[in-house]
């Protein structure tokens, strides 16, 4: 099977499958991994535009990239047009190879102050928002949206036009109200309307685990690609495993149990690498659970490894608890 290869303005990718920005867990140790698992794109956490205005340096952190990630998109919330374009301003000056508004995030936290699925409020000021990131930069500028508020509205079809009109270069819709968070299906015929209301590239997300999701959505949609998000934690080579079951069906679709072993290990020199040793290994803590999902004393093992703060102490827990699913 021929995949298709999307294109972002200038930059095209090698095949439809990305990975979806997820805040808390798209730090670059995983984007790395992730990138070499198959992602044909990967995106980072998001940004609030805010922060970077006050010269915050942990947001400012954040906007770093590194030569084995690209294509990378860097994403940014708020709902200021000025603050979001430095933020774009400074993504491109970064590496960003794409840089994305966030329109879509239901979370309170991020809605609350004006960002994320708040934007869809406004028609005026998410035009004005996205329209100032367009300028700011050479780069593609995407947008990421919801369907809307509710379950079976479909305010997507506006905004998706708005978006088009603004410049952005693509469009990433989440096939999901905001009562839905990020649970249940995606609303496939609600996402093909989006498709068939824009000319720009419209992107699929929400529910997307498998190559038959992925391959569902993208024939019943018209999507030209879809982002993979909480299926890829704790297996940032899902995207290797999905293309692999797309066009080598022959071949064994998923990593062998030693192998997810190896990337664990691989994920926690990481970490402690890029955040140091205790603040490394706790962040590894949110990951763990999807890396050992489904193995016989997986509960003791966690038990054990979100109580220790030293690489060596968890590489000889990790080593062991190897040892017994043989």
Not at 12 to 38: E, K, S
Not at 117 to 135: I, N, P, T, Y
Not at 188 to 209: E, Y
């Amino acid at each position: 099977m021929i995949l298709p290869r999307p294109k972002l303005g200038t930059l095209q990718l090698d095949h439809p499958f990305l990975l979806a920005p997820m805040a808390g867990i798209g730090d670059p140790p995983y984007r790395r991994l992730c990138r070499r698992g198959g992602a044909a794109m990967v995106c980072a956490e998001m940004v609030s535009a805010n922060a970077l205005h006050y010269n915050d340096t942990r947001s400012q952190a954040m906007l770093k990239t590194w030569p084995d990630e690209h294509p990378i998109s860097l994403q940014f919330f708020g709902n200021d047009p000025d603050r979001l374009a430095l933020g774009a301003r400074l993504a491109e000056a970064n590496g960003a190879d794409v840089v994305d508004l966030n329109a879509g995030c239901p979370v309170p936290k991020i809605t609350k102050s004006g960002g994320g699925l708040s934007l869809m409020k406004d028609e005026a000021l998410f035009f004005r928002c996205l329209s100032a990131m367009v300028k700011a930069v050479r780069v593609p500028v995407t947008v990421k949206i919801r369907l809307g508020f509710r379950r079976g509205e479909n305010l997507a079809l506006t905004f998706a036009r708005l978006a088009e009109d603004a410049g952005a270069s693509a469009l990433v819709v989440h096939a999901r109200a905001q009562e839905d968070r990020h649970s249940g299906p995606p609303d496939l015929d609600a996402l093909a309307a989006v498709v068939q209301t824009v000319k720009i590239p419209v992107f699929g997300n929400g529910g997307v685990a498998t190559a038959t999701d992925a391959l569902t959505m993208m024939n019943h949609t018209g999507v030209v690609g879809v982002l993979i998000g909480q299926a890829a934690v704790g297996n940032p080579f899902l995207f290797w495993e999905i293309l692999q079951t797309i066009t080598h069906p022959d071949a064994p679709p998923t990593l062998s149990l030693p192998q997810r072993f190896d990337l664990l290990k691989e994920h926690a020199q990481m970490m402690v690498d890029y955040y140091g040793e205790t603040p490394g290994l706790r962040r590894l803590r949110k990951h763990i659970p999807a890396y050992v999902r489904g193995l016989p004393h997986s509960a003791p093992f966690r038990f054990q490894a979100n109580r220790l703060d030293r690489l060596p102490d968890f590489m000889k827990l990790l080593s062991e608890f190897e040892s017994s699913q043989c």
